[in-house]
């Protein structure tokens, strides 16, 4: 049972209190609507062209992604090469994701691979080799 549905049935329960009861129903549905609305507008969503090939490079992108500051989640699809990463806008913003990505040893849109990262890289994951 969550605290709203409890503070509910007290209320209820608690039929001299009627006017508070009322005004303590507001403020919890106002308070709740409020929490939701603002965590929506505190995340955004960006989507950035890799140059990721197989299956090492996801788990690659997606694991060095979450521990990003502010990246709440992130998956590739392989078939497009599409990162799609959700992320706080308060604590990161596109470019520092795009960097990010490039520090992996990937191109992110037009951000290079890091050179010494991407040298890094096994054969199967460098931008010539073929999708498997």
């Not at 960006?46 to 979450?66: D, H, N, P, Q, Y």
């Not at 960097?99 to 991407?118: M, N, Q, T």
């Amino acid at each position: 049972m969550s605290v709203f549905t409890f503070i509910l049935r007290w209320i209820n329960r608690n039929k001299k209190t009627l006017i508070y009861g009322y005004a303590i129903k507001t403020v919890l549905v106002f308070s709740v609507m409020g929490f939701t609305q603002n965590s929506a507008k505190n995340t955004a969503e960006i989507s950035v062209k890799t140059s990721a090939v197989c299956g090492m490079c996801k788990e690659r992108i997606e694991k060095g992604l979450a521990f990003e500051k502010g990246v709440k989640e992130a998956s590739l699809d392989l078939k497009t090469k599409m990162v799609t990463v959700t992320y706080k806008v308060r604590k990161t913003d596109p470019d520092k994701i795009r960097k990010a990505i490039s520090r992996l040893g990937y191109d992110a849109d037009d951000v290079p691979a890091d050179e010494k990262a991407y040298g890094k890289l096994p054969a199967c994951c460098k931008k010539d080799a073929a999708p498997h």
